[in-house]
């Protein structure tokens, strides 16, 4: 199985996060945010994986505290539960159209962490959610799960599916990626040797 268990605690987010690869989409979030509930709830569907995410914030003062750390935490679950990398497809890239938004996302389990994100945004909020805080978000996964992910936009102004689309599409381009190749199951997919 592949699978995580991170427990993060600082001063300002008190998160529990479980991860399973081979799940099926089940996810059960509560981190204090209701958008980000919902964007976790997309990503774990899209992806067929398992989460649970239970975060206590400072969500008194704002959101940013709360979304960072998550994606911190998921970053660190996704790299924990990955492995060792053997029989990877590795790459994994959707192209989503989500009502007039066209968002194309594309994923690489390169050990290295690096954010390509192209996703203007008409509106600065949805609800109470601050709208910058999406690529916060990003960021803080993709250092810690060392994976290369870009996240870009082609058409669409209506922020709130621009968003969801977003979270759908990296949802298929994971599944995509951490899906096993049965015909290189025992091997690494590097030149190298190693991810």
Partial sequence: MRNAEIIRK??????????????????????GCGFL??????????ARFDL??????????DYHHTVEDIGIALGEAFNKAIGDK????????TTLPMDEALIL???DISGRGCLGFDLPLRAKKVGDFDTELVEEFWLGFVRKANIALHI??????????IIEGAYKSVGQSLRKA???????????PSTKGVL
Avoid: P, Q, W
């Avoid at 300002?12 to 981190?31: H, P, Q, R, W, Y």
């Avoid at 509930?37 to 899209?46: R, S």
């Avoid at 951490?178 to 091997?187: A, G, L, M, R, T």
């Fill in 10 to 31: 600082t001063k300002e987010t008190d998160i529990k996060l479980s991860l399973e690869l081979d799940g099926k989409g089940v996810s059960n979030i509560d981190t």
């Fill in 105 to 107: 996302t594309a994923v």
């Fill in 52 to 61: 649970d995410v239970y975060c206590k914030g400072d969500t008194n003062v």
């Fill in 86 to 93: 053997k029989g990877i497809t590795r790459y994994g890239d």
């Fill in 152 to 161: 870009k936009k082609f058409a669409g102004t209506n922020t709130h599916h």
């Fill in 178 to 188: 951490v899906k096993i190749d049965e015909d290189f199951k025992d091997e690494i």
């Fill in 37 to 46: 509930d919902h964007m976790l709830t997309l990503l774990a569907k899209h």
